[in-house]
């Protein structure tokens, strides 16, 4: 009887240890009494039979409620030249779960056709079932949603990023302007979440205001007028309920997150890639909140 090591019985264990638990793979192969270039073999094996054998997304097909797709690009370096990832996870409306899609890798930096390309991968069992885009600023999203017949939700941290240079308004010390940004920290808050439309007038009254006052930065006031022109994309999640979208794309943010780690020793986009697809079958999901649970203040 063959006592080989079938492909299917490679260790996918070996797999979490290295992905998710990121275990030193030389640590691995002296616990295990072989070679480095044993262990990466292993791995590679194993990751290889997850991907033929695992579909994305875990959802089920039968599920019927609208969908909403959140992205983000997760940016690296392989020979010193720009790639992204374009990663994705759709969820159903009335859940708080974000299936991941299958990432696409591309050379380049992160533009809109890229974003086009990478939608092109998603199932149109998946894609006639979207209602909702939920993104950052990207000027292309607009335009993507559009052609699709979406409608747009912008990401709240992203405009606090980009107001404050960080990811809370209570970082006070990287706006000016005293009083002025006292102003500006509170009105933004309430303009993006008040459902009341006269309220919404009035705050729209204030910000502008605030833009024409020459003690504020120019930086900011330019955001501050970019948000006026935009504003209705920020309250998309008040004006669809039934689509319970999430106000951030903090669900697909925090999985880059894990995935700058695992690939901060990969080299060579081929091996990155199936990393980053055999761990996204390993964590097919990820919580994903609506807007009922603030993820930003």
């Known amino acids: 009887m063959d006592s080989g090591r079938r492909p299917g019985a490679i260790s996918v264990g070996l797999v979490h240890r290295i992905?998710?638990?990121?275990?030193?793979?030389?640590?691995?192969?002296?616990?295990r009494h072989c070679s480095t270039e044993t262990i990466r073999r292993r791995c590679r094996l194993a990751c290889e039979h997850l991907v033929q054998t695992t579909i994305l997304p875990t959802l089920p097909p039968a599920w019927d409620q609208p969908l909403a797709i959140i992205v983000d690009g997760l940016q690296c370096r392989f020979d010193n030249e720009p790639w992204v990832f374009y990663n994705m996870a759709?969820?159903?409306?009335?859940?708080?779960?974000?299936?991941?899609?299958?990432?696409?890798?591309?050379p380049g930096r992160e533009e809109y056709r890229h974003w086009?390309?990478?939608l092109a991968t998603i199932p149109d069992w998946i894609r006639e079932r979207v209602r909702a885009l939920v993104s950052d600023g990207l000027p292309g999203f607009k335009r993507i949603a559009a052609t699709n017949g979406w409608v747009l939700q912008r990401c709240h941290r992203h405009l606090d990023v980009f107001l404050w240079g960080c990811s809370s308004p209570y970082r006070k010390h990287r706006l000016s302007g005293g009083k002025l940004r006292e102003v500006i920290i509170k009105a933004v808050r309430e303009i993006r979440t008040t459902p009341d439309r006269r309220r919404v007038d009035e705050l729209r009254e204030v910000l502008l205001d605030c833009s024409r006052q020459p003690e504020l930065a120019v930086r900011v006031r330019g955001i501050v007028r970019r948000l006026l022109h935009d504003l209705v994309l920020f309250r998309t999640y008040l004006d669809y309920p039934e689509l319970t979208l999430p106000t951030t794309t903090n669900a697909v943010e925090s999985r880059n997150s894990l995935l700058r780690n695992i690939l901060r020793c990969v080299n060579n986009p081929s091996a990155a890639l199936l990393r980053v697809r055999a761990y996204t079958r390993q964590h097919p999901t990820i919580t994903c909140n609506g807007h009922e649970n603030p993820q930003h203040f």
């Not at 759709?90 to 591309?106: D, M, N, R, T, Y």
Request: with cysteine; hydrophobic share 45%.
């Open 90 to 106: 759709v969820k159903p409306a009335g859940i708080s779960i974000g299936f991941f899609l299958e990432p696409v890798l591309i």
């Open 116 to 118: 086009c390309q990478a």
């Open 19 to 31: 992905l998710t638990e990121q275990e030193n793979t030389r640590a691995l192969a002296r616990s």
